[in-house]
Structure formats: C-alpha cells, structure tokens
C-alpha cells in the first residue's frame, strides 16, 4: 500500500545518480521517511536560495521523478540514521 501511495504520487522510482558533497549556499538537512514533508519543504524553499540535502532513509527520494524538478533538491549528506546528531551538527559549520 505505502509503494501504491508513493508511485501515485511522486512516478514509478528510475535509477538516480545523487551528489554526496555539498554547495556552497545555505542549505538544510532533512531526514526520516515522510515523502509529503519533503515535497512541502522543496516547494517552500524554491527560489530562496537555500539547497536541501537528504539524510539517510531520506536518500530514497531522488529516485521518484517528481522530486527532480527541483533545482534546489541537491544531495545527500551523512550516512547511517545513527550518527544524525553528529552528522547534522558538522554540516551546519558548512553552512
């Protein structure tokens, strides 16, 4: 049922190469599984200048074509889901 939610939304997942380095502009993290939160967040920040990277279970979503649009959906940074604090607190020196 989850895989019928996502693919009537977002299109059937295709094979997506992801960045894993970061640009040099403000950026913002987000992580957990909820696809519509991402989707809303992508749409908030469009044209402010902001890029938004993904964080481990998060990586999945490149590979849905709706999210491609999004000039500003640039990454993945991190790794495993338990190094978040970590893994978030030395991005946001980048920053």
Same mark, same amino acid.
């Given at each position: @049922?989850?895989?019928?939610?996502?693919?009537?939304?977002? !299109?059937?997942?295709?094979?997506? /190469? %992801?960045?894993? *380095?970061?640009?040099?502009?403000? !950026?913002? +993290?987000?992580? !957990? =599984?909820? +696809? /519509?939160? +991402?989707?809303?967040?992508?749409?908030?920040?469009? !044209?402010? *200048?902001?890029? %938004?990277?993904? =964080?481990?279970? @998060?990586?999945?979503?490149?590979?849905?074509? %709706? $999210? /491609?649009?999004?000039? =500003? $959906? %640039? *990454?993945?940074?991190?790794?495993?889901?338990? /190094?978040?604090?970590?893994? $978030?607190?030395?991005?946001?020196?980048? $920053?």
């Amino acid at each position: @049922m989850l895989d019928e939610a996502n693919t009537s939304v977002y !299109g059937n997942p295709e094979i997506t /190469k %992801v960045n894993i *380095g970061v640009r040099n502009r403000p !950026g913002i +993290l987000i992580s !957990g =599984h909820d +696809l /519509k939160d +991402l989707e809303e967040l992508l749409k908030q920040t469009e !044209g402010s *200048g902001v890029d %938004v990277y993904t =964080h481990s279970e @998060m990586l999945p979503a490149y590979y849905y074509p %709706v $999210f /491609k649009k999004y000039e =500003h $959906f %640039v *990454g993945n940074y991190g790794n495993a889901w338990w /190094k978040q604090n970590s893994e $978030f607190e030395s991005l946001t020196a980048r $920053f």
